[in-house]
């Protein structure tokens, strides 16, 4: 299961430091939140909500890696994907200094696993993994995700 400890432990591994006081209170709220009740343009915000989205891809145990989708509004859809490239070059950028070759194999499949989506309205219903970034609880979102927003932070 994805706790608040290893999902830091996990930001840790993939960012290079440690969660912020953003990152911790999405990954102290998960599975209930997945995604913060904000359209700005956060840095913070968009890394653990990523953070998030991958985590949920990685194999428990002995399994195989899981889809998950990663909803971003339309809006900060362009802004999103170049933060994706930026992340990816910090952790293979990591993993290629460290020679951990076993680890970058790991986590490019777990980026082919997250499914990149702007049109929320058309999934009739909750999928089994999922993070967002970019949306308001006042949007119009399926309830669904509007009830997984984190507000007031």
Known sequence: MLTQDRLCALHETLLGDAPNGQHQSLYGTFP????????RIHIARFEAAF???????????SGKMRRVMFFVA????????????????????????????????????????????????QVAEEPERWACFGFRA????????????????
């Open 32 to 39: 209930k939140r997945r995604g913060f009740s904000d359209i």
């Open 51 to 61: 953070v998030l989205a991958l985590a949920q891809t990685l194999p428990m145990g």
């Open 74 to 121: 339309p809006s900060a859809e362009t802004w999103a994907v170049e933060q994706m490239g930026r992340i990816a070059k910090v952790i293979f950028g990591r993993f290629k200094a460290e020679g951990n070759v076993k680890g970058a194999q790991l986590l490019g499949d777990a980026f082919k696993n997250v499914m990149m989506g702007k049109y929320v309205l």
């Open 138 to 153: 006042a949007d119009p979102v399926p309830e669904w995700m509007r009830d997984s927003l984190l507000t007031g932070v």
